[in-house]
């Protein structure tokens, strides 16, 4: 609860979500869009976004023999406010807070993906709006705990026969 102390409900809370998935596409055009929405049945003890969208949005580049790909793109993050839990290392747990919402921040990623047979490549360069914003902006994952700033990642992945 909101005063550090834990304690059990004694009545179940249900959420309730519905959400929409598609992949559209267009020539190599790829747009994968999720759209959720949700509600609890007790938003004093557990608080949800009411919406939350995630899009997947790249081009999609085949050589002629299709022994590689490139998908150059952006993924969209975003959620309507809500109010965040907040942490207590102390105790290492999550406590209800209802001073400020979180939330109504499109965070966005650009990303490159190179496969080749059996191994893929990937550089990702997240929260690249950091700089857009005004003032710059940080991304909170609980309440006054933000996350990663922009940050530049890579990677292999190599699938191996069985």
Known sequence: DSTFNIR???KP?????AWVKQHFKVWKLHFVESVYLQKSSN????????VSVYSSNYVEL????KAMTVN????????TKFYADNYRPS????????????????????FI????????????YEHFDYYLRKGGG?????????TNPPLFRFGLRWSFFD
């Open 8 to 10: 059990q409900e004694s």
């Open 13 to 17: 809370i249900s959420t309730y979500t």
């Open 43 to 50: 938003e004093d003890i557990l608080s949800l976004p009411l």
């Open 62 to 65: 085949t050589t002629r023999n």
């Open 72 to 79: 150059i793109g952006i993924d969209l993050n975003y959620d």
């Open 91 to 110: 105790t290492m747990t999550f406590y209800n807070q209802r001073l400020d919402k979180q939330g109504n921040v499109l965070e966005s990623t650009a």
């Open 113 to 124: 993906d190179l496969r080749i047979a059996r191994c893929n490549i990937f550089l990702k």
């Open 138 to 146: 940080n991304y909170f994952s609980a309440y006054s705990y933000a």
